[in-house]
């Protein structure tokens, strides 16, 4: 037993967080306001984190699903608009676990192709084609995938028009009732749908993860700095009990993200799912209050636009809805752990 | 990065579950004396069949094995609902770094076989959370009929687990007069049975009586019992809180696992009801635990190198806290007024939860050291 990064994971996380740094979310008032983000997405196709959990034969990095979880963690810790967690993970993901030809996934792994998923209009799972449905963290993709009554995979169009959202950071399009749509797979058989359902949760709680590791970053540095009564606000006990609880809440979230990210590859399907909702469940509840700490930390500036506080509610606010809320995995836990016949 | 066991772990795993599964007591007795007696018979089995020590190094009767046999032992442990294994982690470690090589030999057979029973003499009636404010002094006092040099000791000592059971106790005392706090302290090895040493029960909110005062009234111990130099109290001190808080997590984490596991049995089985509500908040304590366990894993991992446990520990510590408090607040609510009504096991381990966040350093203090030794916010 070994709950520890290794030396090329730590690679990964120096090089992911480099590059994350290039593709960090500018200040709230510069944010973009087109889907143009091309320069920002290249970037991540041709440095290989895109696709980089999918399959060597079919054009993807054969990367261990840990590995994919590090680069999110770092990209969330930038607060990126690069939409990678989309479009460059969990849309080639479920192209590729649900058996997409590869004249559809040869585009969408090389990123010539831009695709993301589709939820439903409660964000809690993989929309249908026929309903009105919501394509998540959608700047720059022309397609989203969906499931038909038999689980099929299908490639339907994105509406053009940015919809409303808290998270100023990913763009949300909608995907209508009547969109064109293209069967492009056979029904997937349960186990293809909870491998994605465990590899997604677990990334949503990377991306979680990453969100927390910049606020805790960010509000320290700011209380240190920070004067009152002639000293940094930071010698505070008050202020200081704050900042400590966010940071023993953000350990215990990465140590469950970390195992969450390893048990995707190396557990049964119900295994990995099991720990995935746990981490899920875990970080978007914590991922709340250390967000809220946060704010807390950094005072009054907390509540104006030009501060980034702000950025990471929103985004911990859309994470935590996305693929199923706290209730809703820990109502699922229940089910299964209080299953009569166990 | 592997969660699984290794080979080696896998087998070792194999050979404990089958031990425990012949020789683990059943439901403890609730009378202490009695309670004391079938612990005592448990760690020495523990003892005898090689589970004892793991980390220990070989060349003072351990077996030299990596933390994460810890993790395992408690795991196993805390899943067949079995008693924690002997809490010897920090005294035998501190005997071991900083005894001389006769406290080694006198000593560390005995704790290890769990033959001899020690105490950890720290907090003070005025010295909680202000450890380095004690005032129980021992002062050196040098014979003139030539017979060897002595410490006597006087002073109080409150919140002595297990003192009234123990025949000996790791002593922190104020010795040298003259130096700042941090150097004025040392550590003694002090014999309970000494003259002019009285130890008093102390019961506690949930009726049972595992801490004691120790009261000192002239009490004289050889120099020789000075464990490293004098002065080094201090250092001694901290480094032990950091064995208290690592590896013995994961007892705390077994303890808890047992408690839930219970819980669910109890649920599954239809002898509790609970509906949605109370099902989903059996969920949330799972999902706290579980990442308390995972976190705790991590923690064993980062130490395979052997480095020594660092402030980090408190970390643990309050994640252990979260856990425990949410647990048992979900255990009384979900169980009702059968908990209420029993006094039982439910109220004992309630009361247990809430003493969590004030031992071993309470709650505020673990955050300072966070705030102050992780993060690097300013002391004031």
């Known amino acids: 037993m070994e709950a520890a990064l290794s030396e090329d994971q730590f690679l990964i996380v120096e090089t992911a967080a480099r590059v994350a740094e290039q593709l960090a979310c500018p200040a709230p008032t510069e944010l973009p306001t087109t889907d143009d983000d091309l320069v920002g997405w290249e970037m991540l196709t041709e440095i290989g984190f895109a696709s980089m959990h999918v399959d060597g034969t079919h054009g993807g990095g054969d990367a261990h699903s840990t590995d994919v979880a590090l680069v999110t963690e770092q990209l969330a810790a930038t607060l990126s608009c690069v939409p990678y967690l989309g479009q460059g993970v969990l849309g080639p993901e479920l192209a590729w676990r649900l058996g997409a030809p590869s004249s559809v996934l040869a585009g969408i792994v090389d990123g010539t192709r831009r695709v993301t998923i589709a939820l439903d209009p409660s964000l809690r799972s993989i929309a249908r084609v026929g309903h009105r449905g919501m394509a998540w963290d959608a700047r720059g993709a022309t ?83 920070r004067e009152q009564f002639g000293v940094a606000v930071g010698t505070f006990q008050a202020v200081q009990h704050l900042a400590a609880d966010a940071k023993v809440l953000l350990e215990g979230a990465r140590s469950s993200m970390w195992f969450a990210s390893w048990a995707s590859d190396e557990l049964d399907p119900d295994a990995a799912l099991l720990a995935a909702r746990q981490a899920k469940a875990y970080c978007s509840r914590v991922a709340l209050e250390v967000v809220e700490l946060q704010v807390q930390l950094f005072g009054g500036i907390a509540i104006t636009w030009e501060e980034r506080a702000h950025v990471r509610v929103r985004r911990v606010l859309l994470d935590a809805l996305t693929l199923g809320d706290v209730a809703f995995h820990e109502d699922a836990i229940a089910a299964t752990r209080l299953r009569i016949g166990d | 990065m592997d969660y699984r066991d290794t080979t080696d772990e896998a087998a070792f795993r194999g050979r404990l579950r089958a031990w425990i599964a012949e020789h683990a007591p059943g439901h403890l007795p609730r009378d202490p004396d009695a309670r004391v007696d079938v612990l005592n018979q448990w760690h020495r089995a523990m003892y005898q069949a090689g589970w004892v020590g793991l980390t220990f190094p070989v060349e003072y009767g351990g077996h030299g094995m990596s933390p994460v046999y810890e993790a395992i032992l408690n ?26 090589d006769e406290h080694k030999r006198a000593h560390l057979p005995g704790l290890l076989s769990s033959t001899v029973r020690w105490c950890q003499g720290f907090s003070e009636p005025n010295a909680g959370s202000d450890l380095a404010g004690l005032r129980t002094r021992a002062v050196r006092i040098e014979a003139t009929d030539g017979s060897p040099a002595v410490y006597r000791i006087d002073g109080q000592k409150i919140w002595t687990s297990e003192a009234v059971w123990s025949q000996w106790c790791l002593l922190l005392a104020r010795t040298e007069a003259d130096q700042p706090a941090h150097r004025a302290l040392s550590m003694l090895l002090v014999p309970l049975s000494t003259p002019g040493l009285d130890c008093r029960e102390i019961i506690t909110a949930y009726g049972t009586r ?26 001694i001190a901290m480094q032990l809180l950091g064995y208290e808080r690592g590896p013995a997590d994961v007892g705390w984490v077994a303890r808890l696992t047992r408690m839930l596991t219970v819980l669910e049995d109890d649920v599954r089985l239809g002898r509790v009801p609970a509906g949605p509500t109370e099902r989903r908040a059996i969920a949330h304590a799972w999902t706290e635990l579980r990442a308390l366990q995972l976190h705790v894993q991590r923690t064993l991992s980062s130490r395979l190198d052997g480095s020594t446990p660092g402030p980090e520990g408190s970390i643990d510590k309050l994640l252990v806290t979260r856990a425990e408090q949410l647990l048992n607040h979900v255990n009384l609510a979900v169980r009702g007024a059968a908990a209420i009504l029993a006094d039982g096991d439910e109220i004992e381990a309630y009361f247990w939860s809430r003493a969590q966040s004030i031992f071993g350093g309470t709650q505020q203090i673990q955050r300072n050291i966070v705030a102050q030794r992780v993060l690097g916010l300013p002391r004031r």
């Not at chain 1, 359902?197 to 509000?219: N, T």
């Not at chain 2, 801490?211 to 250092?235: I, K, M, S």
Request: aromatic share 6%.
């Open chain 2, 210 to 235: 595992e801490f004691a005062e120790v009261f000192f009234d002239g009490a004289e111990v050889p120099v020789e019992n000075v464990l490293g130099r004098p002065g080094d109290g201090w250092t």
């Open chain 1, 143 to 225: 397609h989203a995938l969906a499931l038909d009554a038999t689980r099929c995979l299908c490639l339907v169009e994105i509406a053009p028009q940015v919809e409303r959202s808290a998270d100023i950071t990913r763009v949300l399009r909608a995907v209508d009732a009547g969109a064109a749509f293209e069967v492009v797979s056979e029904p997937a058989d349960a186990d293809a749908v909870t491998r994605f359902e465990a590899f997604a949760l677990a990334m949503l709680a990377a991306d979680l993860v990453g969100v927390m590791q910049s606020a805790v970053d960010a509000a320290v540095g700011y209380v240190k700095s």
């Open chain 2, 75 to 100: 795991d196993e442990l805390g899943a067949a609902g079995a008693p924690p294994p002997p809490a010897i982690g920090h005294i035998t470690n501190a005997i071991r770094l900083f005894g001389s």
